[in-house]
């Protein structure tokens, strides 16, 4: 059976019913250069039997190489027991279903979901996620468009260690909403906000920064939080979620926390999978809920008196208000989100604290190991998380691909961010010290 | 329905005004707007000093399952909000017409009463509504 239910008669019927000769009499209107008839490099359909093989050959280029690049996503040890959850039938959807009330389990888990990330996050409220931590701040900017309405400038700041591509995403969604992004200074020394040369007139309608930054750094994030407050903006944390097992929350930057926090969720239970699907996380503050883009489920009581769980303040989204809705162009990423609820579960705090914990000591042990060798150094001074740069005397590129020749993805080029030959390098606590050894061994070969 | 207030003007888009001893407008949306958008949960205000034109979007009125623009009856500044409204939307259900105004606009020019609706022509309206 066809999944497209028309019958040929079908459709003719309701081609007569409205005067159309064929479908493609309905695409009339659209000029025909602007119309492709055939999609470039998407060959035909194939059977099961045949992409499975593909998918199998392309899986094994991949191999199994001691990885230390972070820059955004992470790899984190995933209990067996989190996919094999997720991937129960009940579960294995990627969006909350239509009729969403029918599927109480879905609604308890993405309750449960949002009550964990406002615990991580130190916020009051969370929706059930976006696509990815890129979208969430182009959807957080938007957001604090619509809350700050006494700011009519669109200008949004972002700090120096805002993750790069996070701010193309930002400018691509956002940028044609009457939204400009423009960076804040940095200080060369230590890669972060350059407070001295802060200029308060510029009456931004958000300033954004993120912690741990984008190469690794800590950012005074409560002082450029309370600067953000001063100049009349709303702020904007973006954090790693592992992170804040061991940081202070965005919840309580500066004299009063951010108004949004936001970012990637992958490291939560998400297999790099090549680049996605991730998950992006957005908390806010009560006060702003209702500019807050996407779904939230809601914890409530039936006429019975049995506790149930219903999508709550839908009047914001696009089905009820059309083009006044908070976001026409976002959905949650339901099965990320179940994954990271039963990760988040099954680890509790304590047990995210010991990933970070040991994420920080592996990357520590790296980090020192490799700047005893000639040539390489700290970028920037001050603490790290779990990553951090280092300069190079000598162009990266050459450097990771004699790594690769060893099974090693040696870390994130990071020289054009930096603006010198510099890498950023990250050791979460899937490695053993063995492994850190042996990372170290092949960089002091390569480099001596 | 209760009886429409006669003191009051209207628009086809249900909202009323009255006019204040200083020059001011008050406006809020009628009875019939009330109970047909159910109970209110949320309403979103507009800011002191915004500027407003007649037909414009001024307000937002939300209930369990709909939200609805609020247009300005007519051209001003906002000049005072029922704040009120923020924790008690269902002011608007239970007294549309007093506690539950939603905003005071000074008008730009001389009011134009042409362009709004006696109470005889609103109930006029209200009753093709029913038909």
């Known amino acids: ?448 | 329905m209760n009886e429409l207030p006669g003191d009051l003007l209207y628009t086809s888009e249900h909202e009323w005004l009255r006019r204040e001893d200083d020059g001011s407008v008050t406006v809020g949306i009628t009875e019939h707007a009330a109970s047909a958008l159910g109970d209110l949960v949320y309403v979103e205000l507009p800011e002191i000093g915004q500027d407003v034109e007649t037909g414009g979007e001024m307000a937002v009125v939300e209930s369990v399952k709909a939200a609805s623009d609020v247009y300005a009856p007519v051209t001003g500044t906002v000049v005072e909000v029922n704040e009120d409204l923020s924790d008690d939307p269902e002011k608007i259900n239970a007294d549309p017409y007093g506690d539950g105004w939603i905003v005071r606009i000074e008008l730009g020019d001389s009011l134009d009463e042409g362009e709004l609706m006696t109470p005889d022509a609103y109930q006029e309206l209200l009753d093709e509504l029913d038909d």
């Open chain 1, 1 to 448: 059976m066809p999944f497209i239910p028309h019958t040929e008669k079908d459709t003719r019927e309701m081609l007569d019913a409205i005067g159309a000769k064929s479908i493609e009499d309905l695409f009339d209107e659209i000029p025909a250069a602007l119309r492709i008839d055939h999609l470039h490099h998407v060959p035909e359909a194939m059977s099961e039997m045949e992409i499975s093989r593909l998918m199998r050959e392309r899986a094994a280029q991949d191999g199994r190489p001691l990885c230390l690049i972070g820059a955004g996503a992470y790899e984190h040890h995933i209990p067996q027991a989190v996919w094999d959850i997720a991937t129960r039938g009940e579960y294995y959807s990627a969006y909350t279903p239509y009729q969403a009330e029918a599927s109480q389990g879905t609604l308890q888990t993405i309750y449960e979901y949002q009550t964990m990330i406002t615990e991580l996050t130190g916020l009051d409220v969370s929706n059930a996620s976006l696509y990815d931590g890129a979208s969430a701040l182009a959807e957080a900017a938007l957001m604090a468009v619509r809350v700050n309405r006494r700011v009519k400038t669109g200008l949004v700041l972002l700090a120096p260690g805002v993750n790069p591509v996070y701010e193309q995403v930002a400018r691509a969604i956002a940028g044609t909403q009457g939204l400009t992004f423009e960076r804040l200074p940095t200080d060369a020394a230590s890669g972060n906000v350059d407070f001295d040369k802060l200029d308060a007139s510029l009456n931004p309608v958000a300033v954004v920064m993120q912690q741990p930054t984008f190469p690794g750094t800590l950012e005074d994030v409560d002082r450029l939080t309370d600067w953000g407050h001063a100049c009349g903006a709303l702020v904007i944390g973006m954090a790693n979620p592992t992170s804040l097992a061991l940081l202070k929350p965005p919840g309580h930057w500066g004299a009063e926390g951010v108004d949004i926090a936001c970012g990637e969720g992958q490291p939560l239970g998400v297999p790099l999978s090549s680049g996605g699907p991730y998950f992006g996380y957005m908390t806010c503050r009560q006060d702003h809920v209702r500019q807050m883009p996407g779904r939230i489920v809601g914890r409530t009581t039936d006429l019975d008196g049995n506790p149930g769980f219903a999508l709550t303040l839908q009047a914001r989204e696009q089905h009820i208000r059309r083009s006044k809705a908070t976001s026409n162009i976002c959905t949650n990423q339901g099965l990320m989100v179940t994954a990271a609820t039963i990760y988040l579960s099954l680890l509790g705090f304590e047990g995210l604290a010991l990933v970070a914990r040991r994420s920080h000591a592996n990357t520590t042990r790296l980090v020192e190991g490799l700047c005893a060798i000639d040539g390489i150094e700290r970028l920037y001074q001050g603490p790290y998380f779990h990553e951090a740069a280092l300069r190079l005397d000598r162009p990266v590129a050459p450097v990771l691909e004699a790594l690769a020749a060893r099974n090693i993805l040696g870390g994130f080029d990071l020289s054009d961010y930096a603006g010198t030959d510099a890498l950023l390098v990250c050791a979460t606590e899937t490695k053993t010290d063995a492994d850190i050894d042996t990372c170290i061994a092949a960089f002091a070969e390569i480099m001596g």
